[in-house]
């Protein structure tokens, strides 16, 4: 099958594989992108196509289609962060990001969605950021639809899509098809290790290849450890290889040094190189205000197959209960790709309770509710922290807010399943059980205890820890990812989030690197 | 019977925080196989508990299962951030230890002495510990444990469930 990457190494891109370097080295460029994610990619494209020598730095490995196995047991320790172990402080919260060249977007579930016009209202009004009129994204959001062939799925949604189809239908709750980024797409249901096909219009198979066509340089398997820094200026980057676990090892030293560096290590990582590198943060707010769009799981059995493994893993979202009247937490209902690993870690129960739930794997249709974070005083996310290796952990505490959220979706999501026909709901809680009536599940979930480690929750959005702001003591960087301290620093990944987005975040982040990325090739060609 | 359990239970939970520190720097590279034999005598003893319902069939079928668990969370552990991996190699050292043992599972016999049924009761203790250190070893053990056993194509047979392979993997 043909793996574009392998044909344009075999070409001669320039690609170097830090983990087999044996002697220190450093590197020039105009600009160094760390991180080949959403933004990082989406940068890189841009910046080589306006004539800037540009380096891309990437942790995870360079794997590409004729790599990927459809294998839970390769995919996550090979392309997810911390081998998809990655947890909260408490670990309340299991967080699911990519690590590998493109970043989460080779990893992502190709839902395509705009930035929803209440967040950005609420973006000018809390940090006076103005993208309306002449600064909408509206023309950045076509030009990303174009580039990644981000259109409607024309595809049926597969049954656990169609069940929270059915489900609206017969409650009369607002549903949308959903847009995916994808170009001869088969179907298959196994976006998230990686699209043997090619099909998933990541920045694996896109930007990140047209950067190298034009000549930029791509050195994976290094993580960038630390800046140093004078004044209002970056000197160099410090990196290191990272060994056959993706672990930093010092085995040689590795300097970059650019008229301007792109951080594009995605939420949570950004932050923490800034914080390891104790770059000026008079806002106070680096690392801070760290979202996750918690999801709750609900499960349910169907009389009929519903093999949630196969089939586009998202094609039907329902924005019911996203931006309730009242100031309670609103979430977006969607659905995740069901496949055993992802399933048996998150389904409660051990011994004969969970082998018999497994042992109807194809029968379960599952739910997940996004509580958008962010916007009220109770919901004001989490923030990254260093252990003693320098990695980071995010510290995120579950207020009493975010969890009358987690009750009144697991309601919600347990009308709507059996709404869908339902045989028996199983909100995903160590204290619920199968319920064969939606009367059942009310009264039950009611008393179900809101604590940690009792319900499962989950994360595959990882937003915000160096926010954007017009006001420099309420950000991290301006509306154009500039540092406010240092001036050859641009942030260009989702941690200039100011707040969730009560939507999937890949668009927004492309829409936003690309219109950032421009404002910076001008800036630095001029 | 209770009472002193939890108080036990606070012991073992507060020598756990106290020696951690101290624990973490003194496993070395040297180390290693202590670690893993720490590690394999823990895991072989809840393996067969947390698993209960879902093993094959036949007695050799069970071991090879073990066995493969067993090696699959080993090979994953290093993937996980080296904080996370100490948290662990501390678990699996004190549920390993004369000691502390009796203090974490209330008994004194070893972990692999205890009936399936008591081991399954441990765990369930830690679920429900007003302990947050238990509670996380609880939700750490029993996540690692089953995707270690659901990852493996071998086990997949009783959920119907088959991948598609473009090549042929190893
Ligand atoms: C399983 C999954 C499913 C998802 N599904 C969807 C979806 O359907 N729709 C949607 O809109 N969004 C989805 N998302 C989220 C979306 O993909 C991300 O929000 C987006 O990719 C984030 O972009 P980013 O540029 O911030 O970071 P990322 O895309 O995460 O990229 C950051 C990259 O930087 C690298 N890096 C970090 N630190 C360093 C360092 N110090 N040195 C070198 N490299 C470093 C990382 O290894 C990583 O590869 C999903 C995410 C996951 C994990
Ligand atoms: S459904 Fe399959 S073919 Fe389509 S994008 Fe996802 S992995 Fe690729």
Redesign the interface.
């Known amino acids: 099958?043909n793996d574009p990457i392998k044909t344009g190494l075999a070409k001669g891109w320039r690609h170097i594989d830090a983990a087999t370097l044996t002697e220190d080295q450093q590197f020039e460029a105009d600009v160094v992108i760390i991180g080949t994610g959403a933004g990082g990619g989406m940068t890189a494209e841009i910046l080589t196509q306006a004539g800037l020598s540009v380096i891309m730095l990437e942790q995870g490995a360079l794997w590409s289609s004729?790599d990927f196995?459809?294998?839970?047991?390769?995919a996550y320790?090979h392309l997810y962060q911390?081998?998809a172990?990655?947890?909260t402080k408490?670990?309340a919260i299991a967080i699911l990001q990519g690590r590998t060249v493109g970043g989460s977007t080779t990893v992502n579930w190709t839902t395509s969605i705009r930035t929803p016009k209440p967040t950005l209202d609420y973006w000018q009004a809390e940090f006076g950021l103005d993208f309306s009129a002449e600064h909408s994204l509206e023309p950045y959001f076509a030009k990303a639809a174009g580039r990644l062939h981000i259109s409607e799925w024309q595809v049926p949604p597969n049954p656990n899509n169609a069940a929270l189809k059915r489900g609206c239908e017969n409650l009369g709750w607002q549903y949308t098809v959903i847009e995916r980024n994808v170009h001869g797409c088969a179907n298959?249901g196994?976006c998230g290790m990686g699209c043997?096909l090619n099909a998933k219009q990541s920045m694996l198979v896109t930007t990140i290849p047209a950067a190298l066509e034009a000549g930029a340089l791509l050195v994976s398997r290094v993580s960038a450890r630390q800046f140093q820094w004078r004044g209002e200026h970056i000197l160099q980057l410090d990196a290191v290889p990272v060994d056959q676990?993706?672990?930093p090892t010092p085995s040689v030293k590795l300097r970059f040094k650019a008229r301007h560096y792109v951080l594009a290590g995605g939420a949570i990582n950004s932050p923490a190189l800034l914080l390891r590198s104790k770059v000026p943060n008079p806002s106070g707010r680096l690392g801070k205000h760290t979202y996750l769009h918690p999801s709750v799981i609900s499960g349910a059995l169907f009389r009929d197959a519903v093999s949630g493994?196969a089939g586009a893993p998202q094609s039907i979202y329902s924005d019911q209960f996203v931006w309730p009247k009242g100031d309670e937490a609103g979430f977006k209902l969607e659905v995740p790709p069901v496949?055993?690993?992802l399933?048996?870690?998150k389904l409660t129960g051990?011994?004969?309770?969970?082998?018999?739930m497994?042992?109807k794997?194809?029968h379960l249709q599952v739910m997940i509710a996004l509580l958008r974070d962010g916007f009220h005083p109770d919901a004001q996310g989490g923030e990254v922290q260093l252990?003693?290796?320098g990695?980071p952990?995010v510290d995120y505490p579950l207020t009493d807010y975010l969890w009358r959220g987690v009750q009144q979706a697991y309601l919600a999501m347990a009308e709507l399943q059996f709404a869908a026909g339902a045989e028996a709901v199983m909100p995903v809680h160590?204290d619920a059980m199968l319920y064969s009536s939606w009367q059942q599940a009310k009264t039950a979930i009611a008393g179900l205890p809101l604590k940690?480690?009792r319900a499962a929750l989950a994360s595959a959005h990882v937003m915000g820890g160096c926010n954007m702001s017009a006001d420099a003591a309420k950000g991290v960087v301006d509306a154009n990812g500039s540092h406010y301290q240092l001036q050859n620093l641009s942030v260009i990944d989702g941690s200039v989030l100011p707040s969730s987005l009560g939507a999937n975040p890949q668009l927004t982040l492309y829409a936003l690197a690309w219109r950032n990325a421009d404002v910076l090739a001008a800036r630095l060609r001029g | 019977m209770q009472r002193r359990q939890f108080i036990m239970l606070g012991l073992a939970a507060g020598a756990t925080l106290a020696t951690g520190l101290t624990l973490y720097p003194m496993f070395s590279e040297a180390d290693k196989t202590q670690q893993q034999q720490n590690a394999s005598l823990v895991l072989d003893a809840l393996l067969p508990a947390i698993l209960l319902g879902a093993l094959p069939k036949t007695e050799a079928e069970q071991q090879q299962a073990l066995q493969s668990t067993r090696q699959a969370v080993l090979d994953y552990l290093p993937f996980l951030p080296k904080r996370q991996q100490a948290e662990l190699q501390q678990l699996f050292f004190l549920l390993s230890q004369q000691l502390t043992r009796l203090a974490l599972t209330g008994h004194l016999l070893a972990l692999g002495e205890l009936s399936l049924e008591q081991r399954l009761q441990l765990l369930s203790s830690w679920r429900d510990s007003y302990l947050t250190l238990l509670q996380q070893a609880y939700n750490g053990l029993r996540e690692l444990l089953l995707a270690a056993y659901y990852g493996q194509p071998a086990h997949w047979q009783a959920l119907a469930y088959t991948a598609p392979e473009f090549r042929a993997y190893e």
């Open positions: 099958m004729s196995r459809q294998q839970e047991r390769w320790p911390d081998g172990g990655r947890k408490d670990q298959l196994y043997p676990h993706y672990q493994h496949h055993p690993v399933m048996a870690s051990m011994a004969e309770l969970h082998a018999g497994m042992q794997f194809n252990d003693a290796d990695e952990v160590q940690t480690y």
